[in-house]
């Protein structure tokens, strides 16, 4: 039987390595000082300047380190999938909020006309075409909660939701990440959730792409210092 704790922390051992964070034991916050984001943040600072995103994005991101850090369904199983399936929507409704702003960064550095060509040009090189947008509209008909058209909460007369880290596969009769028509919907459909890595493993990709391009285009780091980088002089209380 699939052991979602192992799960659990397999991930957040990734997460934690793939990102240069780190949180000591029975603390509540991650340290990511040594992170590349950190770096660029420490190379304002010598310049009297400070770069809010990067102290904003660093810090928010601890709401998805503290989900998995969260132990208490560890020992749940495909039987728990009401209580499993609240656990995987607090995660995803987070991974929308980062996956969204490293496409709007994107767009704005680059100056790109809408947020269809800045998710495509984040796609390119780490994920298939149209990726993005298959999990936008997963996200949005599968957890948030909406009233209207066509999505879970519309149709949801008590649907069974599976999970792939607990055993689940792709079916028939199954809404999943790139089969979302709720139009032929019945009570024998399910909805399949995708494993946790895959989620944690977006927003390392796209925080990646965006670090490389920092990294080899100094107009892309300019551009993004111009956006978010202001004159800061730091007050020392006497």
Known sequence: ????????????????????????????????????WCKIQNECTENGKHCSLICSLGDWLDNISDLLHDSRFDA???????????????????????IEDFVMLNKQILNLPGKKEASRDLEKGILASNELKELSQFINTVCK?????????????????EFIDLGADKHENQIRLN???????????????????????????????????????ADYKRKLLELYADEWTETIEE
């Open 145 to 161: 909660h909406k009233t209207e058209n066509d999505n879970l909460h519309v149709h949801n007369h008590h649907l069974q939701i």
């Open 76 to 98: 749940l199983t495909a039987e728990n999938y009401d209580i499993m399936f609240r656990y995987y929507t607090r995660i995803l409704l987070l991974v929308s909020e980062v």
């Open 179 to 217: 089969n979302q028509e709720w139009t032929s919907i019945n009570h024998d459909t399910t909805i399949l959730i995708p494993p946790l890595n895959y989620f944690i493993d977006l927003i390392i990709k796209a925080n990646n792409k965006i670090l490389q391009s920092i990294k080899n285009n």
């Open 1 to 36: 039987m699939t052991n979602f704790g192992d799960i659990r922390l397999r991930v957040l051992e990734n997460w934690y390595k793939e990102l240069n964070r780190k949180r000591n034991d029975g603390e509540f916050t991650d340290d990511y000082s040594e992170s590349a």
